[in-house]
């Protein structure tokens, strides 16, 4: 079992950055594939970046790329998502997930979830 959980969120202008955290216990996050979600609000969650446990050949989605960067500290069982150049449509709340899977976008991949930390964006 896996326990994962978020902090870094906040109220940021457009433009700005933020770094999320998310910190696990209960097993090595050394073997887990780590991701991370969003749901704004009257959305459905969906996928934003997504890092092996190598660490090699991050994955992200469109609408991030470029902005976002996904990393992991294995030595601190710590995955972080580097957030720049934010924009009012980036709000929402972000979940951080972890897979024992290979590296997925797709949330019915992961097994383990976070509760979430918001993330609002203003303009």
């Known amino acids: 079992q896996v326990q994962l959980v978020e902090s870094g969120g906040g109220l940021v202008q457009a433009g700005g950055s933020l770094r999320l955290s998310c910190a696990a216990s209960?097993?090595?996050?050394?073997?887990?594939?780590m991701g991370w979600f969003r749901q704004a609000p009257g959305k459905e969650r969906e996928f934003v970046a997504a890092?092996?446990?190598?660490?090699?050949?991050?994955i992200y989605a469109d609408s991030v790329q470029g902005r976002f960067t996904i990393a992991r500290d294995n030595a601190r069982n710590t995955v972080y998502l580097q957030m720049n150049s934010l924009k009012p449509e980036d709000t929402a709340v972000y979940y951080c997930?972890?897979?024992?899977?290979?590296?997925?976008?797709?949330?019915?991949?992961?097994?383990?979830w976070g509760q979430g930390t918001q993330v609002t964006v203003s303009s």
């Open positions: 997930a972890g897979s024992t899977t290979y590296i997925s976008r797709r949330q019915h991949e992961y097994a383990y």
């Open positions: 209960g097993r090595p996050l050394s073997s887990t594939t």
């Open positions: 890092i092996s446990w190598s660490g090699a050949s991050p």
